[in-house]
């Protein structure tokens, strides 16, 4: 394995109404996952709002740890883990990414599917899905994880248990900002 090559993933609670509502449906700390390329984390994807002030209006989105609804709130919690992937690995999730980006406008938020899911129910929709239903669909046809369940059953956190990962941080995003400037101010 190339251990110069990683992913992230970021894990995260904002606290705001629909984060709340997830993380009462999962009964988990984190309600979101994102997948991450770059050690900046302005560039990662998942399935969430498309504009900060709207819950409502979501799909597949490109995030920045560092803006948007991701510091509306000065507590929120993130959690990130960099796991390493061999070229091949690393090369097959970025093919499968750029499959659901060429097509980025027909993919919606799977409501339904969240719902589905507190009653351990897989419903899987076409173009239709929820953060950790996309990351673990990802994660699985790339070959980086093993997982038990069906991606339209898998919460945020079940993710955490992926093998081989490293923990990077994990606080407040504020305090993680606050980090990452001092590391680049230092260099």
Partial sequence: MNEDRYIYLVFSFTGTLLSKTIKYVTKDEYAHVSICFEDTFKEMYSFGRKYPSNPIIAGLVKEDLFNGVFVANKDSKCLIYKVPVTEQQYSDLRTGLDKFMSEQS?????????????????????????CSQ???????????????????????CELI????????FEGTIADFAEKVNLNNACN
Avoid: C, Q, T
């Avoid at 799977?110 to 239709?128: D, E, T």
């Avoid at 990802?138 to 069906?150: D, F, M, P, T, V």
């Fill in 134 to 156: 996309f990351v673990s669909e990802l994660l699985i046809n790339s070959n980086i994880a093993e997982l038990k369940k069906a991606p339209e059953l898998i919460k945020p």
């Fill in 161 to 168: 248990d992926i093998n081989n990962k490293l923990l990077v």
């Fill in 106 to 130: 027909k993919y919606r938020y799977n409501f339904a599917g969240l719902l589905a899911l507190r009653w351990n129910m897989p419903l899987k929709r076409k173009y239709h899905y929820f």
